[in-house]
Structures are given as structure tokens and as C-alpha cells.
């Protein structure tokens, strides 16, 4: 379910956004618990993106955006643990340092997906 | 008011995603009466669009993501009358199979939208 | 923290977009109070973007989506000053018509941030 929007600057080739996909997806199973095949993601370096330092964080040009949409329900703890795992492996597998990952989580509800059919998977 | 974003692989062309845009948007009107002419798609192939097989569905690079921004207030019956309007018009008129097609809706709250000329209008 | 993403149809340039870009963020801070360097865009013409007219609102091809995703807790007097002045500035700043302005809001929480680092910072 976790349906992941990764926007990076041209400065990653796609090569390195994939294993930043793969880090992603690594970091969702291992603290969330998600299926391996549970892997919806969309990346693109095709937008303009733009940052700051807020809060007190010297990004650069290898700045990557993570928004992450998944049904409501994970803890405070179980979130940071996500983090966490998130910059710890995309620094281990797409050379992506801690500094410039920026994570953002939009919640839902089972009723909100649809995995193809045309059905309502969780209500069923 | 519903905010649609679509992203698929380059698999499907300009006209068919096109198809595709109209074949959601009958859907919303059909099944959960938005108006004719409120109508607001971004649709892009230009992404790395990645997906597995959860919950055992055999997806193929023909699949697309459909993310739909609306208002809280809408049934769990009206979203799986959506979910299965939007498959079906999916393969009528853009040749898309329900297979490959994901949906996800993320909700919101009056005061969350503007439709144009600084106002927000659901407060008005 | 606020992480806005706008699209845009190839009608505008990336200096109107950039300056549509400064204009969302000017109006960010001046009426929701976020600190000048809590910047976070991702500015997109690369899509198809597709609008009907609802409300009874004539756009073109100038038409420009933003939306805006930021913690919960802000009134709706505040996001109606904020609309106000983005169409203001969007005008001002990019010669955006504010009947091309659509915006709209996504809510999540404290523990939904990470800001880089792998740390939730709001949770610290």
C-alpha cells in the first residue's frame, strides 16, 4: 500500500534513484512491516525543486523529497524507526546522505485504496 | 474539486492517458455527483513509475497510479462504487486493464481548497 | 515545512514558475508565520494538466495547481489569508491571473516529518 513520490534534481541519475527506491522500500518493510511486494513508487527528476536549510540542515543540489501515502494507524516510534532506516540506507545504497533526505507521511484510511479490479481490497 | 494525479510508464501514449483522464473523471461525476466541469487532472509519464504484485495481482508496465484529492465525506459504498466505475471505464475507453489500475484518495476538509481568485470558496 | 508542489502547463517559463514558486513561499510566511528558510518545492510543467471551470471560473492555459502539504492546526481565517495573498503575489511577482490560481491543502501531523538526518524533528 504505501504508495511513495520521490522527487530528486537531475544531479541523481537513474540509476542511483532506483537504489534510493530500493532503500525506501527496504526501510518500509523492515520497520513497518509491508509486504516485499507492496511496492507502489513514482520518481521523478523532471520538476523543478527547490529547498532550504529549516531547520538548521546545509542541503545541496543532492537533495531528494520522499512523500509517502499509507493507511493511518503507525506509531510516533514506529515512524522515527522509519526515518531512520530510510537515511541509514539510502546513504548505504544510493550514496544519498542523511542531510539531504527529506520525508514526508500523508495518512488514509482502508477505504481509500484500490490495488486494481476496480475493488476496495481492505473492505473486502 | 477532486485534484486527480496520474502517473504511468511512457507505455501509454498522450491520447490513451487523455482517455484515461475522461474515463476517471465520468466515473467521479457518475458515482459520486461532482459537476461536469469540475475537472482537475494532472497527468505525467515522464516519472520511474515502479510496482509489485501486492495483493497477488499480476501487474504489467501497462499499469497507472491514480491519486484522487477530495473533500472528507464520501461513503465507503460511494468509494467502492468509484473504485469499480473507474476500472470499468479504464478498459472501455482507454483500453487500460483493471489489473493495472491503483487508486489511492487521500481526503481533506472545506477550508483546504481555492479555486481561483485568492477565495476559498466552500467557506463563502 | 510546508512541501508545496506545483504543476503547470510548458505556458510558463521556469522564471515565471521559479517567481510563482518565491510568491507561494512569500505568502506562506507572511500569513501562516513560517520561518524564511522552511522551503520545500517541487515546481513540475511537465505534465498534462487538465481543468474544467468550475466554479464558474474562466482559466486558461495559464492555470496553475498548488498544493500545499503542512502539519494540522491552522484556522480557516489563516487559510483564507493565505489564498488572498498567494493569488495576490502570484500576479505581483509571475503575472499569474488569480482566476488561474487553484490551491489545495493536505494535513498531516508532528510525527510525519523528517527534515533530513533520519530524525523526526518535531518529535524531539
Redesign the interface.
Known sequence: ?P?VRI?ALPTHD?AT??AL?DAVHQALTETLGF??????????S??????????G?A?DDGVV?I?I?MRVGRT?AQ??AL??????LAAARAGIE???????????HP???????????Y?E
Open positions: 500500500m504508495l522527487d537513474d534513484l532506483a527506491g509486504p516485499e511486494d507492496d511496492l507502489f513508487q513514482v520518481i521523478s523532471g520538476g523543478l525543486v527547490r529547498y532550504g536549510t529549516y531547520p540542515i542541503r523529497f512523500s501515502t510516533c515512524k522515527k526515518y531512520a532506516r530510510i537515511a541509514e542523511p542531510r539531504n533526505v527529506l520525508i514526508s507521511v500523508t495518512e488514509n477505504a481509500d485504496w484500490s490495488f486494481g479490479e476496480g475493488v476496495a481490497q473492505l
